[in-house]
């Protein structure tokens, strides 16, 4: 569980407890619930972070509502969106690993997360990640609900594939911005969860698995 939830869960418990006191413990019983939510909502489960060779693994429990390729700058990059409802686990993890080369928080709206302009428009905060020369971006967009982004790690620091690197809280969205080349895993209406999931494989993993299938293909031929 993440500390975050006492910040919430406290409070509310205390009122839950003068409630009870000073009305009966039949009127505490919605502020209960409520604490009991905030526990659950803050729920840090572990992961199996997988061990294939160019894994980029998902930075966010949710569903896949978009796969396509988006301009930046003057490359196409391919963008993997995940949306959190307010019942997915809200930690988010770093996809890959390597060291942070830039955070960069940007304020905004708080429009529905799956909108389409939310990406631009909504608040979120923007991690770049070097790993191994190619560069993974990764944004963390609050949502109608979400009005706190968090964030545990700085620039230079590195962190490991799967590695817990902060949460948004409430209902959000999370973007992943790939190098083209990168070769996806999952499709529009995909489950997926943080540290867990495999979306694509880095562009030099990709490399790597076409030329095994072309030395297997060759090898294939002289037998």
């Known amino acids: 569980m993440v500390r975050d939830a006492y910040h919430y869960a406290l409070p509310m418990l205390g009122a839950a407890l003068l409630i009870t006191w000073l009305a009966g413990p039949a009127w505490s ?3 209960l619930l409520i604490t009991a939510f905030f526990f659950w909502f803050f729920r840090d489960p572990e992961r199996v972070i997988p061990t294939a060779v160019g894994a980029i ?27 959190l409802n307010i019942f997915d686990v809200h930690v ?19 429009r529905n997360a799956m909108g389409g302009r939310s990406a631009e428009l ?15 971006v990764f944004k963390q967009i609050a ?27 409430f209902g959000s969205r999370v973007d992943l911005i790939l190098d083209a080349s990168a070769l996806v895993q999952v499709k529009v ?4 969860k943080g540290g867990a999931s495999v979306l ?24």
């Open 122 to 136: 909504n608040e979120q905060n923007i991690v770049t990640v070097n790993s191994d020369g190619h560069s993974v």
């Open 57 to 83: 693994v998902s930075p966010a429990d949710g569903k896949v509502t978009d796969v396509s390729t988006v301009v930046v700058g003057d490359s196409a990059r391919t963008r993997i969106s995940i949306f």
């Open 29 to 31: 019983t919605p502020a």
């Open 200 to 223: 694509a494989y880095a562009p030099a993993a990709t490399a790597t698995q076409k030329s095994d299938l072309v030395v297997q293909s060759e090898r294939g031929r002289v037998t």
């Open 143 to 169: 949502g109608l609900l979400a009005r706190r982004i968090v964030f545990w790690k700085t620039i230079g620091e590195t962190v490991a594939l799967g590695e817990r690197v902060g949460l948004i809280k």
């Open 189 to 192: 209406g995909d489950r997926v």
């Open 92 to 110: 988010n993890r770093s996809p890959v690993a390597g060291v942070i080369t830039d955070v960069h928080y940007k304020a905004g709206e708080f």
